[in-house]
Every structure is written in structure tokens, then in C-alpha cells.
């Protein structure tokens, strides 16, 4: 069972910086993509950042010029770096991984537990 445990969420001030971090259960798995999403009270789950395995990125337009999204692939780890955070990146962040079984053709999907952030003004 593959596990996702993520760390370094909080509180912080308006304009201030905080920086998640997601590790999968094993080093040995063969991952896709890995990502950031987020919900927020009373919508839906958004994505915030995800980079391939080859270290292409994409993010949503929101956090451009604020969050960097960086893995590290021999430790099958992806970061988030949040600066300039404002009150609206208020939300649960969850790590996503699309992780290559042996014997399936496409990847499955795997979640963290989520991780509050919380941005006050």
C-alpha cells in the first residue's frame, strides 16, 4: 500500500512563507506525476502545482510568481515552496502521486492525509 506523509503545513501571516513536503512510503516506486491540490471550506478541490517525472511543471494561475514545486526523484519526495502567501491560499493541502504499478499499463492515483494552511491577514 503505497502511503504519501506530508509535513510543513501551518499558520502564517499575510505575505509570509511556509514550505510542504510529501514523501512516498517507498523509494522504490515507479512515479509519474506528483502534485499539490487544494480545498478550501465550501468549494472544490483545486490544483495548485504538479511536476512530471522529467521535472516539467504546472501550476495554476493563482500561484504563479509565489509557489515553486520541486521533487526529488531518488527519494520519491515532492516540495512545495510558498511565498507571499495571502488569506485566500487559505486551504487543506493534499500531495497527489500517479504512481506505475507493475503489471497495470496507467497509473494510480494516490493521496496524502492533507495538511492545513492557514494564511491570516
Known amino acids: 500500500q503505497v502511503q504519501l506523509v506530508e509535513s510543513g503545513g501551518g499558520m502564517v501571516q499575510s505575505g509570509g512563507s511556509l514550505r510542504l513536503s510529501c514523501a512516498a512510503s517507498e523509494t522504490s516506486l515507479n512515479i509519474n506525476s506528483m502534485g499539490w491540490y487544494r480545498q478550501a471550506p465550501g468549494k472544490q478541490r483545486e490544483l495548485v502545482a504538479a511536476?512530471?517525472?522529467?521535472?516539467?511543471?504546472n501550476y495554476a494561475e493563482s500561484v504563479k510568481g509565489r509557489f515553486t514545486i520541486s521533487r526529488d526523484n531518488a527519494k520519491n519526495t515532492v516540495y512545495l515552496q510558498m511565498n507571499s502567501l495571502k488569506p485566500e491560499d487559505t486551504a487543506v493541502y493534499y500531495c497527489n502521486a500517479d504512481v506505475f504499478m507493475i503489471g497495470y499499463l496507467r497509473p494510480f492515483a494516490y493521496w496524502g492525509q492533507g495538511t492545513q494552511v492557514t494564511v491570516s491577514s
Open positions: 511536476i512530471s517525472s522529467g521535472g516539467r511543471t
